[in-house]
T-cell receptor
Framework: DTGVSQDPRHKITKRGQNVTFRCDPI?????LYWYRQTLGQGPEFLTY????????KSRLLSDRFSAERPKGSFSTLEIQRTEQGDSAMYLC????????????FGPGTRLLVL | AQSVTQPDIHITVSEGASLELRCNYS??????LFWYVQSPGQGLQLLLK??????LVQGIKGFEAEFKRSQSSFNLRKPSVHWSDAAEYFC????????????FGQGTTLQVKP
């Protein structure tokens, strides 16, 4: 069990550019979550997948944000036309089919928009 | 609405002293409660969780937490703090199986004095 992995760990981009983050969940975990964490705050829920189906999206997820999990394994989170306010840590978590309430987090991707 | 409050933003304790971090939740039904720890620049590690049963739950690294329904609290304790416990601690409640999301408190930063 290698844990949840995220790539890249750090990303610096200029305002207006598009960025994409990848998350690989723990193998056989069918649920996958994305959260955003700004400095000094707790993580805030963005979206939730069960297998390849995106079942829940937060209002925080503006139309510039899109997430996919095409084969029910890894997931990508894309931010288009980045803004300085998008600077944050983006956390991915996964949970198993049984006991799905317990979420296991990856190391996060820290995004800085200049 | 579901919410989690961590009243103490920052706590400093001496190494070897006892620790209690406070967490209050607002949730209509029986809550599923969690404590996570986050070291600087890292993801979240699960310390312990409460779903039902014994209201005193044991976790990793010598931590324990007590669920008190009458006080809507789930405080985290450790009898003797080590310098390596310095980190940020988050309390969370599980929203529902429909949304899949965890709702986090703002976090408490623990500083350990030698």
């Amino acid at each position: 069990d290698t844990g949840v992995s995220q790539d890249p760990r750090h990303k610096i981009t200029k305002r207006g550019q598009n960025v994409t983050f990848r998350c690989d969940p723990i193998s056989e975990h069918n649920r996958l979550y994305w959260y955003r964490q700004t400095l000094g705050q707790g993580p805030e829920f963005l979206t939730y997948f069960q297998n390849e189906a995106q079942l829940e999206k937060s209002r925080l997820l503006s139309d510039r944000f899109s997430a996919e999990r095409p084969k029910g394994s890894f997931s990508t989170l894309e931010i288009q036309r980045t803004e300085q306010g998008d600077s944050a840590m983006y956390l991915c978590a996964s949970s198993p089919r049984a006991g799905g309430e317990t979420q296991y987090f990856g190391p996060g991707t820290r995004l800085l928009v200049l | 609405a579901q919410s989690v409050t961590q009243p103490d933003i920052h706590i400093t304790v001496s190494e070897g002293a006892s620790l209690e971090l406070r967490c209050n939740y607002s949730y209509g039904a029986t809550p599923y409660l969690f404590w996570y720890v986050q070291s600087p620049g890292q993801g979240l590690q699960l310390l312990l969780k409460y779903f039902s049963g014994d209201t005193l739950v044991q976790g990793i690294k010598g931590f324990e937490a007590e669920f008190k329904r009458s006080q809507s609290s789930f405080n985290l304790r450790k009898p003797s703090v080590h310098w390596s416990d310095a980190a940020e601690y988050f309390c969370a409640v599980y929203g529902s199986s429909n949304t899949g999301k965890l709702i986090f408190g703002q976090g408490t930063t623990l500083q350990v004095k030698p």
